[in-house]
């Protein structure tokens, strides 16, 4: 039985209780979370260490290896629950360098200023990297998707808001991407065909009922529901991007009944808690991000990333500096984010099922066999080995959903703190517990 | 005979002695039984155990059901804190917090299965998420109030009072500033509404809004810094701007912390405690089952337990049923039917067959020792067989024997009496009467030899008068020594028991024998014949007979043989059938002793004759003769004089104790000579003078004393013992008044003081007379009854003899059973003898003064 992959070797560790208790003394000490100067960050002599927060998704052991090897500098990874790294890195910017995690995170470090700008002149590959993020469309025709979209985001405006002028500074680098959908064992639900039949409303089926899990963080979580629910007919929303007090109370009322029915079967907060539960058989269908899926069918569960007809969720991932980096580590950052759109890591990712906004240099990583099975959506001419080297997709297969422009011209919405965020939560919350 | 040997089970255990067997049996019975036992002990430890684990899981439920109720409790406040912030709810919550991890610690440490102990473990991780997840809410919490507390309220007011004041202040120049400063006023206001309404409820729109209001707020100060002129407001205006920039910094503090410890709470913490319930609910759904797992198995436990318990039982029983029954047929079986076998043999049924001969226990062991018993009972049939031949053979033989003896000596004896037989052929009748007496006495003797032989004399011991026999035997021979002039004496030592156990018949043997030989072996001198006890230091005292005689003696390499059958010294003129010896040593050691001889040629012999003493308890001085007290004479009547002439202590006791209550004046004395001087002296009226006495016998001293003056007028009777006509004759030629035969009875006594002295007593009651009769009926026979007994004796004809007897018996049981047991011994002239004595009617002699004396 192979382990998740959790980033747990000596450089990567979750965030400890010892790490959280020294990052809040030092946060503690402070009345006000912006320092003039001198906030301490750690000295190392020679090589420089750089710490990264981030998600178990990106923050993998054989990409620190390679980068260490490749920069010839010392990374930490602080891999974590989506809301740990959130809450942490919006709490307390001394505790990282840099920041990996999805755009739904951004406006709220962005708001409290935990994340400085990033100068698009210091990425090398700037100019190559692909239109999504920066102008919302991947090909002319693709829908924008509903929701905080990274091209929203991503440019620092002038007076310090996030918005749609391109100006030379970034809030965040974007590098891998993807739409999501929700995963589901075809030993138990059956397989369905992309773009027809599968669709978001199998996970609201009562037919499924007691088997399905749910990503605890209301900003991925909730949109899943949301479009399950619409999907099912259940309830129809203005903007599924934004929803109001109404559509909330209302969603979290067919939810929480469902909850109370037994619909559900667990949350998870890790990506290796949702590999278990779909491989302990807790969940059939639930909530999950592409490597996971690719984790459970390189361990021989026939695992399937749908591609529902209502669309996907799209998620662009984020890299960010903390507003507390400068000097050498503040350049051993830009070098590492440098490195991470020069085709290594992007190969590496795109076996995990993820795209790269600056996909050449990776295409150069990738054999053709792989290219044309990740990237153009054919069907794939040999076993092809995951992001551990193990069997990952069988020769034949074909990936769901089709090719990376066909995938990203069918975004429904994008992960989102939407302005009713601080409402859903206790909402959230009777939802966990009910 | 059925094979019992051969049945199906016997193998190897046939051959094993019965109590190993037996035990062995047993102790398969009672291992069952110790297995039955331990089973159940077992058993019951089992179920206790079970019984105890089941409680365990029990308590287990409970601990996490309770562990359950805390979690909710602790959600409960936790959400309160969230509403309020109050901190009393903190404390209240840390110590739930300590509780909840004490009671999973506990349960942890008590749990055994491994699954269960993984959910525990991550529940603990999960829950020491959840604690400090907590703190940092509780953290945030005070972050978020200090920012408010400390920063945007008083930040706020601060700021208005400086807005006031500039408004106060007289402006030159442009009204437009005070309106300005109103509007920035109102916009500040706004933002610090809208942060107030942020938070009682978060809302991005309000933070927007706040926001929105802020930048306005911060550009009309622009506005207003661009006109004015006045350093002093315009430093105002800067103090203002600095104002809104850590306004604006606190704000978004606050809305971070607020952001931060809802979703710590709202969504990390809730997201824990979801899984924490999962998790306690998955803990206690195995407890359950294992309770119920447990609960399963008890049951079936106790059913397999039991259904060994039953089969155990069962085959117990089973076992000793089996036991039983091979007890039976193996022990108990064979049991019965040898000892029927046995009792069968001893009845004397010699056929019966004796089974399980080959069996080697001890069933086996009885079966040889039965065929042992049936070949000696065999042997010993047959020579009771042979010796019953052997005796009929005697009898017959002796019968056939004597009868025509007692025919030569009866019919001899007839001639002698007629009176017309010639003296010549008296000379000859003599002849054939010794010499068929001799052969009587030898045939007697033979019969008795070979009696011994077979081993069929008896002893048949009673209480045996030890000097009346001895007087008996000695009277015998008196006559005898006299005749051939010898001096014959017996003496008696004083210690003499009176009484004694013994065999009277084989001692009188005896000591006839003796005396006999050493009378007939002595031509002159004496014979001395001394009886004495003889005292040792271990063992019983012994009677010593010593017969001393002057005789010719006994060469001493003859002394060996003498007692051995046949072996005569001298075969000369001695008569005599060489078995005497030979009899009387085997009557000694019949009766426990033995004879002893020592001599030497020329000088005599002596026999001593060793028995061990007996004593008999003491008796009655006298035989039957005292049974009752003495009559009384009748008053009145002169006090006779008697004078009692006897050797013997014990008799002249007697005869003291007699006459004593008679009121008779007597005195004694113990030899002839004593006797003739109290008579000089005395002058008693009667005197009772015994025969047999040392220094000068009976006979001589009445002699004596009838040559004395008085002494013709004296009433002397003699007190002898002897029964011999002859020496009847003798005593009454030798001028006694009377005699009287020992044993006397009072009676005899009596009559003869009534004869003698006319001496009246008084009437004695019937019973006195009747016990008289009984204890000692005389032996005495009516005279025509005699001729009845004569010719058969004489003819020697038992059947005849017998017959009469028959006819006898009736009124006459104690003559005709003496008589009986003499003809028995076909000692047919001892019975004519006693009929002669009984002719001369009886035990008392009305003598008188003879007529023929001289």
């Given amino acids: ?434 | 005979m059925t094979d019992e040997t051969r049945h199906p089970f016997a193998g190897p255990l046939a051959n094993l002695s019965i109590g190993p067997r037996i035990g062995l049996g047993f102790g398969l019975v009672v291992i069952a039984l110790i297995a039955v036992t331990l089973i159940d002990h077992m058993r019951l430890e089992h179920s206790n155990e079970q019984f105890r684990r089941s409680e365990w899981l029990t308590s287990q439920t409970d601990k996490i059901l309770d562990i359950e109720l805390r979690m909710t409790d602790l959600q409960r406040r936790v959400l309160a804190f969230t509403y309020s912030g109050y901190s009393g709810i903190v404390i209240r919550v840390r110590s739930l917090v300590i509780e909840l991890r004490q009671r999973m610690e506990e349960v942890n440490n008590t749990l055994d299965n491994p699954k269960q102990r993984q959910l525990l473990t991550r529940m603990l991780e999960l829950f020491e998420l959840y604690a400090h997840n907590f703190e940092r809410a509780v953290e945030e919490r005070k972050r978020h109030d200090r920012w408010t507390d400390e920063g945007l309220t008083p930040l706020n007011a601060r700021a208005v009072t400086l807005i006031q004041r500039l408004r106060e202040t007289p402006t030159r120049g442009d009204p437009a500033i005070g309106t300005v400063l109103s509007v920035g006023l109102e916009e500040l206001l706004l933002a610090h509404q809208d942060a107030l309404a942020f938070q009682k409820s978060p809302d991005s729109l309000l933070m927007q809004s706040a926001l929105a209001h802020l930048n306005a707020f911060e550009a009309h100060l622009k506005q207003i810094a661009q006109i004015l002129r006045d350093s002093g407001q315009t430093q105002s205006i800067e103090e203002l701007s600095s104002l809104g920039e850590q306004y604006r910094t606190a704000f978004f503090g606050m809305v971070r912390s607020t952001r931060a410890y809802l979703f710590l709470i709202y969504v990390v913490m809730a997201g824990e405690a979801a899984e924490l319930d999962r998790l306690a609910d998955t803990l206690k759904d195995l407890t359950l089952a294992q309770k119920s797992e447990l609960r399963r198995k008890t049951d079936q436990d106790i059913r397999t337990a039991r259904n060994i318990t039953l089969g155990l039982s069962g085959l117990t029983i089973l076992l000793t049923a089996v036991l039983s029954w091979r007890i039976a047929r193996g022990i108990t079986r064979p049991l019965i039917l040898m000892s029927d076998t046995l009792t069968r043999l001893s009845e004397g049924q010699m056929d019966a067959e004796i089974p399980y001969g080959d069996r080697t226990d001890e069933i086996g062991a009885m079966a040889k020792a039965a065929n042992i018993f049936r070949e000696e009972v065999g042997k010993k049939q047959r020579a009771e067989a042979a010796n019953r031949a052997k005796s009929l053979f005697l009898a017959h033989m002796s019968h056939e024997l004597r009868t025509p003896l007692n025919a030569i000596l009866g019919f001899s004896e007839l001639i002698a009496h007629m009176p017309s037989t010639p003296n010549e052929q008296l000379d000859y009748l003599r002849t054939i009467n010794r010499s068929g007496s001799h052969l009587l006495d030898m045939i007697n003797d033979i019969l008795d030899m070979s009696k011994i032989e077979a081993g069929q004399f008896e002893t048949q011991v009673t209480r045996v008068d030890l000097w009346q026999l001895l007087d008996d035997v000695t009277s015998m021979f008196a006559l005898k020594a006299d005749q051939k002039g010898l001096d014959f004496r017996l003496e008696r030592a004083a210690e003499v028991p009176r009484v004694i156990q013994t065999d009277a018949a084989k001692l009188r043997q005896i000591l006839i024998n003796l005396l006999g030989n050493a009378i007939k072996f002595t031509d002159h001198g004496q014979v001395r014949a001394t009886i004495a006890v003889e005292h040792s230091e271990s063992g019983p005292p012994t009677l010593l007979c010593e017969i001393e005689d002057s005789g010719s003696g006994i060469p001493p390499d003859r002394l060996a043989s003498i007692f051995e059958p046949f072996v005569q010294i001298d075969t000369s003129e001695r008569e005599g059938t060489g078995l005497g010896l030979a009899i009387s040593n085997r009557f000694a050691t019949l009766l426990g002793g033995s004879i002893k001889v020592e001599s030497a040629v020329g000088k005599g012999s002596r026999f001593s004759l060793q028995l061990p003493l007996d004593i008999a308890k003491q008796a009655p001085l006298s035989t039957q003769a005292e049974f009752l007290p003495m009559a009384q004479p009748e008053p009145n009547q002169p006090a006779y004089r008697i004078l009692n002439v006897e050797d013997n202590a014990n008799n002249r006791l007697l005869l003291e104790t007699l006459l004593k209550t008679t009121g008779l004046d007597l005195r004694t004395a113990t030899n002839g000579a004593e006797g003739v001087e109290a008579f000089r002296q005395w002058h008693p009226d009667l005197v009772l003078m015994d025969i047999r006495m040392p220094v000068m016998d009976g006979l001589e001293a009445t002699r004596r004393i009838r040559a004395l003056p008085g002494g013709k007028t004296c009433r002397i009777v003699a007190i002898t013992a002897s029964s011999l006509s002859a020496e009847r004759e003798q005593i009454l030629s030798a001028d006694f008044d009377g005699f009287m035969s020992k044993p006397y009875r009072n009676r005899d006594v009596q009559s003869l003081l009534e004869q003698h002295l006319d001496l009246k007593f008084k009437k004695q009651d019937n019973n006195s007379e009747k016990c008289n009769a009984q204890s000692g009926s005389p032996l005495t026979l009516p005279k025509d009854l005699h001729s009845l007994l004569t010719e058969p004796l004489i003819l020697g004809d038992a059947k005849r003899i017998e017959a009469a007897l028959g006819n006898i018996e009736p009124n006459y049981p104690a003559v005709a059973a003496m008589l009986r047991e003499w003809a028995a011994d076909y000692q047919y002239q001892r019975i004519l003898s006693w009929l002669d004595d009984d002719n001369d009617s009886g035990r008392t002699h009305n003598g008188g003064h003879h007529p023929d004396r001289g």
Avoid at chain 1, 68 to 76: F, M, N, P, S, W
Avoid at chain 1, 96 to 124: C, G, H, M, P
Avoid at chain 1, 188 to 208: A, D, H, K, Q
Wanted: glycine content about 8%; charged content about 20%.
């Fill in chain 1, 1 to 434: 039985m192979r382990q998740p992959p959790a980033g747990d070797s000596t450089k990567t560790r979750p965030i400890s209780s010892r790490r959280r208790a020294v990052c809040q003394a030092m946060a503690g000490l402070a009345l006000e979370p912006i320092q003039a100067i001198g906030a301490p960050f750690i000295h190392t002599k020679g090589r420089v260490k750089l710490r990264v927060l981030g998600t178990h998704v990106t923050l993998r052991e054989a990409i620190r290896r390679q980068a260490e090897q490749d920069l010839g500098i010392d990374l930490v990874f602080m891999p974590g629950g989506n809301a740990e790294i959130l809450y942490q890195a919006s709490s307390d910017p001394d505790c990282f360098d840099v920041y990996e995690q999805w755009s739904n995170s951004i406006k709220i470090l962005w708001r409290a200023q935990s994340i400085q700008a990033i100068e698009t002149r210091r990425i090398a590959l700037w100019d190559a990297a692909s239109d999504l993020a920066k102008t919302g469309r991947l090909t002319p025709n693709a829908p924008i998707g509903r929701g905080d979209a990274p091209c929203k985001l991503i440019n620092v405006q002038p007076n310090g808001t996030l918005g749609l002028d391109p100006t030379g500074r970034i809030s965040f680098l974007p590098y891998v991407h993807n739409v999501d959908a929700f995963g589901y064992d075809t030993r138990i639900v059956p397989t369905g065909i992309p773009y027809e039949t599968e669709s978001w409303s199998w996970m609201l089926n009562p037919r499924w009922r007691g088997r399905v899990a749910l990503v605890n963080d209301p900003t991925i979580g909730l949109f899943d529901m949301a479009l399950a629910a619409q999907a099912s007919g259940l309830i129809e929303f203005e903007d599924i991007g934004e929803l109001t007090k109404g559509e909330i109370d209302r969603l979290f009322e067919i939810l929480i009944a469902l909850k109370l029915a037994g619909h559900f079967s667990g949350f998870w907060s890790e990506v290796p808690e949702s590999i278990e539960m779909m491989r302990s058989g807790r969940a059939a269908i639930a909530s999950m991000f592409s490597p996971a899926i690719t984790d459970l069918k390189e361990s021989g569960i026939p695992a399937v990333y749908a591609a529902p007809r209502e669309g996907y969720r799209a998620w662009h991932g984020v890299m960010c500096l903390s507003s507390r980096c400068q000097g050498r580590a503040l350049d051993a950052a830009y070098d590492y984010m440098n490195w991470w759109l020069s085709g290594w890591p992007g190969a590496f990712v795109a076996r995990m099922g993820y795209y790269i906004s600056v996909p050449e240099p990776a295409r150069a990583q990738l054999t053709q066999n792989e290219w044309d099975y990740w990237y153009d959506g054919k069907p794939a001419a040999t076993d092809l080995p995951g992001p551990n080297g193990e069997i990952a997709v069988r020769a034949g297969s074909l990936r769901n959903g089709g090719s990376y422009w066909q995938r990203f011209s069918n975004v429904a919405v994008w992960n989102t703190v939407m302005n009713t965020y601080e409402y859903s939560l206790p909402r959230w919350y009777e939802l966990l517990l009910a």
